[in-house]
Every structure is written in C-alpha cells, then in structure tokens.
C-alpha cells in the first residue's frame, strides 16, 4: 500500500504538467492567433506586443472599412464550397458507416476482407490518394471539381471514421429489444426507425461529427482533386504565398469559434438523445 501511495504521489504531477502541456499546446496557438488579430491597421503585418488594439481587422473581413492596400480575403467562395462539401460528405459517409456498421452485426463471407477495404481509407496518406485520383482522372479525361472527384475522396477518407464509431456502438446494442418488436409483428424497417435508429441516435451524431469537422479542414486530398475550385483551406493557403495580414487571424480566430459552436450543438443534441435513452430504458424496466 505504501509504494502504491507513492506512486500515486509522483505519477498524478506528472499527469497533471502533462496534461498542462498538451492543452497548452492545442490551444496555445488559438491564443497568439486571437491576440494578433486585435491589431490596428490597415498598415502593418503581425507585430508583438500589441501597440494598439482595434476590431479593424474583422470589420475588414465583412466590408466596413474604407478601400486600403490590403485587399479582402478570397475566401467566401471557398467557404461556402467548403461547407457544402462537409455537408455533402457528412450525410453519405454517416448513412454509409451506419449501414456497414448494421452489416457487420453478422458474420457473413469475406468479412475480413471488406473491414480492412473499408479502413484502408483512413490509412493510406493523404498525398498519395489525391495525386492518384488526379492522374486516374486526366487519364481517363475527367474533369475535377470538388463536388466530383474531391467529393469522392473526402468520403473515402471520412467513412472508417463513422464505420468504426458505429461499429463500437452496435458491440454494445442490445439486440433483444429488436427481437422484441419483431415478436410483436412489426416490421424490420420499422423496427430500426422506430427503435433501433433512437438508441444508436448518440452514435450517429459522433459519426456525423467526425465526417463533417475532417471534410471541412481536409487540405493534402483536396488539394490534388479539387480542379481549379478552391476549398477554404486551400484559399487560406494561397493567401499565405503572398503575404500574411491580420485579417487571416482574425478569419482564423472566427473559423475556431464556429468550431466551438459545432461542438456546443454537438453536446446540447447528445444531451437529449441520452435522455431520450434513458427514458426509453426506464419504460422497458418499468414493462
């Protein structure tokens, strides 16, 4: 007992300045970004400390301040290309990790065969994935275009994902309460809508959370794929090759916090639906 006592006395500081260091690290640079982009301008690039703090580079972002040197961010388009391409690549890979998560329930030939098929998509590098779809496509005369060849690549990359987040959820399903409703005469199809689809609901918003958030900031495959069309990676990206301004920490530091959003409706819906599933156990036991 008195070795387990110091261990526990040396290992929870060493836990403690690890897990110091490592959120220092992940949001280290959020706050260097947010504190540069309170610069004044219009003149000047990043400079540290602050002379003087201004909101003029967020004003910049969305037109209210007069014409200056420093020209506004080409980046709206890519964004809305950005946020249909995860909107898009979200609702396929979900659908299909749900349904390959359902399959896998049951052994069935060539199971093996098919569940490393499916996560060799998160496996393979970026780079190599989106330089072969660009030659595979101008050798076969296909135009790309994020919505075609990037659109393809985004869902191979982000359907092991949602698969391995549903597959975790259908180990733990109890599937007595199926083979209840289908003792009582009801359909498959409404079995899994009505029952199933409720109780799996947390394990859905994980995939949907996973494939939208790794399709919105996915650069090296869309960088290869995308054609001429411009993701919002790829815009930031070219505004670094010219010279960098606040206003790209300021578009940064607005880009976080929608990711914060994200994860707050993430929390608020995962909130009900566990509600929702305990209610639903409690009228079971109750049965």
Same mark, same amino acid.
């Given at each position: 007992?008195?070795?387990?006592?110091?261990?526990?006395?040396?290992?929870?500081? @060493?836990?403690?300045?690890?897990?110091?260091?490592?959120?220092?690290?992940?949001?280290?640079?959020?706050?260097?970004?947010?504190?540069?982009?309170?610069?004044?301008?219009?003149?000047?690039?990043?400079?540290?400390?602050?002379?003087?703090?201004?909101?003029?580079?967020?004003? &910049?972002?969305?037109?209210?301040?007069?014409?200056?040197?420093?020209?506004?961010?080409?980046?709206?388009?890519?964004?809305?290309?950005?946020?249909?391409?995860?909107?898009?690549?979200?609702? @396929?890979?979900?659908?299909?990790?749900?349904?390959?998560?359902?399959?896998?329930?049951?052994?069935?030939?060539?199971?093996?065969?098919?569940?490393?098929?499916?996560?060799?998509?998160?496996?393979?590098?970026?780079?190599?994935?989106?330089?072969?779809?660009?030659?595979?496509?101008?050798?076969?005369?296909?135009?790309? &275009?994020?919505?075609?060849?990037?659109?393809?690549? &985004?869902?191979?990359?982000?359907?092991?994902?949602?698969?391995?987040?549903?597959?975790?959820?259908?180990?733990?399903?109890?599937?007595?309460?199926?083979?209840?409703?289908?003792?009582?005469?009801?359909?498959?199809?409404?079995?899994?809508?009505?029952?199933?689809?409720?109780?799996?609901?947390?394990?859905?918003?994980?995939?949907?959370?996973?494939?939208?958030?790794?399709?919105?900031?996915?650069?090296?495959?869309?960088?290869?794929?995308?054609?001429?069309?411009?993701?919002?990676?790829?815009?930031?990206?070219?505004?670094?090759?010219?010279?960098? &301004?606040?206003?790209?920490?300021?578009?940064?530091?607005?880009?976080?916090?929608?990711?914060?959003?994200?994860?707050?409706?993430?929390?608020?819906?995962?909130?009900?639906?566990?509600?929702?599933?305990?209610?639903?156990?409690?009228?079971?036991?109750?049965?």
């Amino acid at each position: 007992m008195r070795v387990l006592a110091m261990q526990s006395t040396v290992i929870k500081p @060493v836990l403690a300045i690890y897990t110091g260091l490592f959120l220092l690290f992940l949001y280290g640079p959020f706050a260097v970004l947010t504190i540069l982009s309170f610069q004044a301008g219009p003149e000047g690039g990043p400079q540290f400390p602050i002379i003087e703090w201004s909101t003029y580079w967020y004003r &910049h972002l969305v037109g209210l301040t007069p014409p200056s040197r420093v020209a506004p961010l080409p980046i709206y388009e890519g964004l809305l290309r950005s946020l249909t391409l995860a909107f898009m690549t979200m609702v @396929v890979s979900t659908v299909l990790g749900v349904a390959s998560a359902q399959a896998f329930r049951s052994r069935f030939k060539g199971s093996g065969l098919v569940f490393y098929l499916i996560v060799l998509g998160m496996m393979v590098p970026g780079v190599l994935v989106g330089l072969g779809m660009a030659l595979v496509a101008n050798f076969l005369g296909i135009d790309r &275009h994020w919505w075609s060849t990037a659109f393809v690549l &985004h869902v191979v990359y982000t359907l092991p994902f949602a698969f391995l987040v549903m597959l975790a959820i259908f180990n733990r399903f109890d599937a007595s309460v199926e083979e209840a409703a289908w003792s009582l005469g009801v359909s498959p199809a409404r079995t899994f809508r009505k029952v199933t689809f409720p109780l799996i609901f947390p394990g859905v918003l994980s995939a949907m959370l996973f494939a939208f958030t790794l399709s919105y900031d996915e650069f090296s495959r869309t960088l290869f794929a995308s054609g001429r069309d411009l993701t919002l990676p790829l815009a930031i990206y070219g505004t670094f090759s010219i010279e960098i &301004h606040p206003n790209v920490f300021a578009f940064g530091v607005l880009t976080t916090l929608f990711s914060f959003a994200l994860l707050a409706v993430y929390a608020v819906l995962m909130g009900l639906s566990v509600r929702r599933a305990r209610r639903f156990a409690i009228q079971e036991d109750v049965a």
